[in-house]
C-alpha cells in the first residue's frame, strides 16, 4: 500500500525568504503522479504544482519548485520569497495510474510572518 | 472552464437526523468524483469515490452512503448522523492528466 508522510506539523518563514517543505513516499508503482495543495484558512483546496514520475525535470510554477528525488521516493515544495498570502495548511498527495485513489498527507501548517 | 459546486456551505444538524450533500461539476463530462472528509487541522480521509453513473466505490465503512445519479452530480448521505459524523466535507473531481479539483467544502456539525 502506498503511504505519503510529511514529518514537518508546523513551519514559519520571514516574508520574503525561502522555505522548503518535505514529503516522502512509500510505492512498489511504477507510474506516479505527485502534487502540492494549498488549503488557506478559507479551507479552499487549492492545486499549486504537479509532477509526473516519470519525468526526471523538476517541476516549477512561479515561486513555487519541487526537488522531485526519485530513488529517494522523496517530493518536496520550496517557496521562494514567501508571501503572506502563502500562509496555509499543504498537503502532499500521490497517485498511482489505474488505482483512482489519492493518498494524502496529514499536512504542514506554514506561517509566513511579516 | 470547469467549476465544482458543494452544498450547503455550512450544516447543522441534530444526531439521528438524515443527511444530503451534493455536488456539481461543470465543463467536463464523465468526470471521477470524490467525497472526503477532513477532520479539524488534519489530513482528508477518503470515503466514496465514483468512476461512472451508479459505480460508487466505499474506502471506509461507516454509516455514510453515496450516489451518482446522473453524469456530474455526486450526493452524501446519511440516514441517522452520528456525532463523529461532524467535520468539513470536500468534493473532488479528476482531471484526465489526474489533477484533483476541489469543491468549496461543506462544514457539518452534528450536535
Known amino acids: 500500500a502506498q503511504t505519503v508522510t510529511q514529518s514537518q506539523p508546523e513551519m514559519s518563514v520571514q516574508e520574503a525568504e525561502t522555505v522548503t517543505l518535505s514529503c516522502t513516499y512509500d510505492t512498489s508503482e511504477n507510474n506516479y503522479y505527485l502534487f502540492w495543495y494549498k488549503q488557506p484558512p478559507s479551507r479552499q483546496m487549492i492545486l499549486v504544482i504537479r509532477q509526473e514520475a516519470y519525468k526526471q525535470q523538476n517541476a516549477t510554477e512561479n515561486r513555487f519548485s519541487v526537488n522531485f528525488q526519485k530513488a529517494a521516493k522523496s517530493f518536496s515544495l520550496k517557496i521562494s520569497d514567501s508571501q503572506l498570502g502563502d500562509t496555509a495548511m499543504y498537503f502532499c498527495a500521490f497517485y498511482a495510474e489505474g488505482t483512482y485513489k489519492y493518498i494524502f498527507g496529514t499536512g504542514t501548517r506554514l506561517k509566513v510572518l511579516a | ?111
Do not use: M
Open chain 2, 1 to 111: 472552464s470547469q467549476t465544482i459546486h458543494q452544498w450547503p456551505a455550512t450544516l447543522v444538524q441534530p444526531v439521528g437526523s438524515p443527511l444530503s450533500l451534493e455536488c456539481t461539476v461543470e465543463g467536463t463530462s464523465n468526470p471521477n468524483l470524490y467525497w472526503y472528509r477532513q477532520a479539524a487541522g488534519r489530513g482528508l480521509q477518503l470515503l466514496f469515490y465514483s468512476v461512472g453513473i451508479g459505480q460508487i466505490s466505499s474506502e471506509v465503512p461507516q454509516n455514510l452512503s453515496a450516489s451518482r445519479p446522473q453524469d456530474r452530480q455526486f450526493i452524501l448521505s446519511s440516514k441517522k448522523l452520528l456525532l463523529s459524523d461532524s467535520g468539513f466535507y470536500l468534493c473532488a473531481w479528476s482531471s484526465p492528466s489526474y489533477e484533483q479539483y476541489f469543491g468549496p467544502g461543506t462544514r457539518l456539525t452534528v450536535t
